[in-house]
């Protein structure tokens, strides 16, 4: 054998043992607060069924990084070939986690099925679905992805109607990536639930558990959990005549939320997706959702100090918050990044941002 081959069969022995680790789970970094100097908004559009991306240096204009077009397409990795509600979080691990619903609520127009909803409309409701899509990457150009199936991971849940709008965040206590997200069964009342994750992002480890029990008899959706002060704060949208953002706050991350009965939205007509995002530096946080109910379809934004008192900022390019190329966004996530990430992902792109 020459030595050439030898080296060559060699380095080959070696990419076959190394390249499943690193594809596996990589560590990154941890970057803090003040290592912060952008803005990521992830969201998706009801035409396309696809994640759209966009940055921003101030947190007030907002630019996508594909000049309005997906960065990821919703047919390449979905059961229902499009994803809805799209949210994503920094890791204890430094990774990012993207959650979204699994959903096309056009896929007859789009020739992706026959028949309006996946299955029965009158026996598993409108928008009905089974599945969530989990995706992990280190450094939001490059992912590895999950379609986990809510009606075949335990038993007992093969008649659930619907798996919507999924979030990620941490529990200290657990060491463990837990997922809340709006169920129900049938065609029933939609309420929110938890459950937790394996290590790698690939499939829930525990049966989903009721997070919030609505005192009214009402649906409600949308869930959204933010920790300031040893207290985590539950934004969801309750959907009692016109749907609107409440709140329920805890020291507990997944029990003994405290209802309350204020409405936290500013809007005459139907909302959601409430997601919650701090203003780097700052002790100041923006409470982002999504208008449904109007056409064109826009985000709203207030801002708190307290979580008590907010203030109104009014709708995308209606007031200080600006989207420069891009419209019609809903549900959206906003996350903070660093200059060197935000540089990345805007060079991968195409996009000229400054960071």
């Avoid at 596996?24 to 992830?42: C, N, R, T």
């Avoid at 896929?107 to 409309?121: S, V």
């Avoid at 798996?163 to 463990?176: L, N, V």
């Avoid at 209802?259 to 997706?273: F, S």
């Amino acid at each position: 054998m020459s030595l050439e081959k030898h080296l060559f069969l060699i380095l080959l022995v070696v990419c076959q043992i190394v390249s499943p680790t690193i594809s596996a789970k990589k560590k990154v970094g941890i970057p803090s607060e003040k290592d912060m100097a952008a803005y990521l908004m992830v969201y998706f559009k009801d035409d396309t069924h696809s994640l759209y991306m966009a940055l921003s240096p101030d947190g007030y204009s907002f630019t996508d990084v594909n000049n309005g077009q997906p960065v990821i397409a919703g047919d390449s990795i979905a059961l229902q070939r499009g994803i809805r509600d799209p949210h994503i979080m920094r890791g204890p691990d430094g990774a990012f986690y993207l959650t979204m619903t699994d959903l096309h609520i056009y896929a007859r127009e789009a020739g992706y099925r026959e028949t309006q909803w996946e299955r029965d409309g009158e026996k598993y409701g409108w928008g009905n679905n089974r599945a969530l899509v989990l995706m992990r990457s280190t450094d939001l150009i490059h992912w590895t992805r999950s379609n986990v199936r809510l009606d075949t991971a335990f038993p007992g849940y093969e008649e659930i109607g619907c798996a919507w709008a999924p979030e990620t965040i941490y529990d200290k206590t657990e060491g463990k990536l837990m997922i809340y997200f709006t169920m129900r069964f049938g065609n029933g009342r939609n309420k929110l639930y938890y459950a937790y994750t394996d290590d790698d992002f690939t499939h829930l480890t525990s049966e989903p558990k009721p997070l919030f029990d609505y005192p009214k008899d009402f649906s409600y959706i949308d869930g959204d959990i933010t920790q300031v002060d040893g207290q985590y704060h539950l934004f969801y949208v309750a959907q009692e005549g016109c749907a609107g953002i409440r709140q329920a706050v805890s020291d507990s991350i997944h029990s003994g939320y405290v209802y309350d009965d204020a409405w936290y939205d500013v809007e005459p007509r139907g909302c959601e997706a409430p997601n919650i995002w701090k203003r780097i530096g700052e002790n100041r946080w923006v409470l982002m959702y999504d208008i449904y109910s109007i056409k064109p379809h826009n985000f709203g934004f207030r801002e708190t100090s307290d979580f008590k008192t907010f203030t109104d900022l009014g709708h995308f390019n209606k007031g200080v918050m600006k989207a420069t190329n891009f419209s019609i966004p809903k549900h959206g996530a906003v996350i903070h990044l660093t200059a060197k990430e935000a540089r990345r992902l805007a060079r991968h792109w195409g996009c000229d941002l400054k960071f």
